[in-house]
Structure formats: structure tokens, C-alpha cells
């Protein structure tokens, strides 16, 4: 029996591959991440390693996070150490490597099947590389495990307007979060993270057992997982600086739509502002162990609230530096086994 299996963003979880910060640094400023990560000149785009404190720290909360995790009953498993100022190239550009942190960029598991996706930063090329040996254990186990077609990722494909930087649909190109699983049903982000391009690749492979719903024009900066966050059927918390509801999805309005509150405390504590990756509502990206439990940034006060008085036990954490690299719970995981069926939650 394959030891991947993931259907949802809230059924209960079994197996967990938590981000690991070691060598962590920023992208290398070029094109793919000016419009994916900086819409500013490449020449005031942060470049080299993160500082070794803001490494240090995230692994403290990472470890705190990862004995909840544990308590719950939850396998966790972490990515290898990766050299990622080694230097790569293709016969069109060359780049250094980024990080190891969110394995929700790079992986994409739709129940038994876990995706390599194509990803739109140059620097992200070969990140999958350190999850080979992980890989390589879900596909003996019985995994469907895929690979789409590497992008180019030529300068063409970034030939965009900043301030609407969806790249070019050239070729295929997006990340695994610009994806939410909602069983057969998967919402998908076009934005500067992903071409609706890529969405249709997507839905090629998963076939008519499933529908790809587009999320377009609402926000552009990177993933959905910031945007929409799926708790349990039938709830879904969302963005009110990026949705209404007359531009949700026409299938998500058969929910129960709530809207987070504004995110308290940003600013990412003391870090450098020019260099932060990630947006002000960095810390809505909960992680659920189960319908019923959900992880939570601990400043987000009002938010944990809202959730209570909607049935659910939160669990506050920290991740301090969340906004500098750019990811919070949902991003620093990827659930590679949750326990429920493959179904329909939507006519």
C-alpha cells in the first residue's frame, strides 16, 4: 500500500515532510525572481545567504512545531541539507540554489500520486533533488510519482507587466501552492507563481476524475495558501484584502465563507523590510492536523478567535522569521498521508 496518500488540507494526519532551513539563501536575482518573489529592479533585489541567526531560529520553531506535530501522532520526516550556493546552469542561464524550506512549493500530492511541479524561479530548479531519497521511498511503497516537463524558464516567459506578473503561457510553469486540494476538486491560482498554462498541464494528468477551478485576477503576488485556507468541508477562511465573494470560484460559494481578520504584529520581527519575501498576511497560512485542529501564528489574536467561536482548537506557534523567507505552517509542510477517503465535496 503506498505510503503517500493526501487528499484534502484538513484530514487527519499521518505523515508530515517538514521544510528544512540549513544554507538557506535568496534566490538569485534574476528575471524568474523578480517577477515570482521582488517586483523592483534586479540590481535591489536581496541577494546571498540569510543570516545565520534567522537559520538558527527558524530551526528552534520548526522543532517546537515538530513535537505538536509528533504529540499528534504524526510521522515527520525532513528534506536533506542541500549545498545551495553551488552554482547550476542550462544552456540558457545560471543560478544558484534557494532553499529546502517550503516543500510545498516544489511537491504537489493529490491523493496516491505526488507531483514534481514546474517551477517558475530559476533558483528552484533542482530543489527537489534534496526530497530524492524520500522519493524514491514513496514510489517503492506503491506511489505515483511524476515529474512535469522542466520549463526553460527563458527570459521570454518573464516578459510581463509588474504589476500583473503572471508569466507568459509560453510553456508550463507553476508551483506546487499555487494549488489548494479540496478532494476531487483543486482550486489553482494563476498568478506570478503560476501561468494557467500550468493548470492545464495539471489537468491532463489527473484526468476527468477531476476539476481544476481557476482562481484569476484577485492576486498576483504568489500562492494561494495566503489567500484561501480550506479547514474542514464545508468552511473556508479567506483573504478580504484579495477575494469578495463574487470573485470566489462559483463552486466555493456552496460553503461557508469567513474572513480573517487583519494580520497583527507584522513586519517580520526586526527583519530587514526590503528583503521580506513574503506578504503582511503571511501568518493567516494555518496547518490543520485534522478537521478539528489547526495551527496558528500565536499573534494572530483575533484570528485565533474566530476560529474558537467556529468549533475548532487551535494550536498557536511561531515562526518568527515566516514573512523573510516566506513561508508559514502550510508552506514549511507538505502532508504526504492523511487518513480519508478520495470524494466530491461539491455538486
Known amino acids: ?23 538557506a539563501r535568496f534566490p538569485s536575482p534574476d528575471r524568474s525572481t523578480q517577477v515570482a518573489e521582488f517586483s523592483r ?12 541567526r534567522i537559520i538558527d531560529e527558524t530551526e528552534e520553531d520548526l522543532s517546537r512545531f515538530i513535537d505538536v506535530l509528533r504529540q499528534s501522532g504524526a510521522t515527520v520526516k525532513r528534506p536533506e541539507t542541500w549545498r545551495h550556493e553551488r552554482p547550476f546552469s542550462t544552456i540558457h542561464w545560471e543560478a544558484q540554489g534557494f532553499y529546502n524550506y517550503c516543500p510545498r512549493d516544489v511537491l504537489l500530492v493529490v491523493g496516491d500520486q505526488i507531483i514534481e511541479t514546474p517551477n ?27 515529474s512535469a516537463p522542466k520549463p526553460m524558464l527563458l527570459d521570454s516567459l518573464f516578459e510581463v507587466d509588474l504589476d500583473k506578473p503572471t508569466p507568459r503561457n509560453d510553456e508550463p510553469a507553476f508551483d ?37 477551478h481557476y482562481l484569476k485576477d484577485v492576486y498576483y503576488g504568489s500562492h494561494i495558501d495566503s489567500t484561501l485556507v480550506a479547514l474542514r468541508p464545508g468552511l473556508l477562511l479567506c483573504n478580504p484584502a484579495r ?3 463574487d ?16 494580520m497583527e504584529n507584522v513586519g ?55 514573512q523573510l523567507l516566506g513561508g508559514g505552517f502550510h508552506c514549511a509542510t507538505l502532508d504526504t498521508r492523511r487518513k480519508g477517503p478520495l470524494q466530491r465535496y461539491f455538486d
Open 120 to 146: 517558475v524561479i530559476r533558483s528552484r530548479h533542482q530543489e527537489t533533488f534534496s526530497y530524492r531519497a524520500l522519493l524514491l521511498d514513496y514510489l517503492r511503497s506503491g506511489a505515483r510519482w511524476y
Open 41 to 52: 529592479p534586479l540590481a535591489d533585489i536581496p541577494r546571498g545567504p540569510f543570516a545565520q
Open 247 to 262: 470573485t470566489l470560484p462559483a463552486v466555493l460559494k456552496q460553503w461557508e465563507i469567513i474572513y480573517s481578520p487583519p
Open 176 to 212: 506546487a501552492a499555487n494549488v489548494l486540494r479540496l478532494g476531487r476538486d483543486l482550486i489553482y491560482l494563476v498568478s506570478s507563481t503560476g501561468n494557467e498554462l500550468g493548470g492545464r498541464w495539471l489537468e491532463t494528468i489527473l484526468g476527468k476524475d477531476f476539476r481544476v
Open 268 to 322: 517580520g520581527h526586526g527583519d530587514d523590510q526590503s528583503a521580506l519575501i513574503g506578504s503582511d498576511w503571511i501568518d493567516m497560512n494555518a496547518f490543520s492536523i485534522n478537521p478539528n485542529t489547526v495551527v496558528v501564528d500565536r499573534d494572530q489574536r483575533a484570528l485565533i478567535g474566530l476560529l474558537e467561536k467556529k468549533g475548532l482548537d487551535v494550536v498557536p506557534l511561531k515562526l518568527r522569521h515566516a
Open 1 to 23: 500500500m503506498s505510503i503517500v496518500w493526501s487528499c484534502t488540507e484538513w484530514d487527519p494526519l499521518e505523515e508530515v515532510i517538514v521544510g528544512n532551513p540549513l544554507n
Open 243 to 245: 477575494v469578495r465573494h
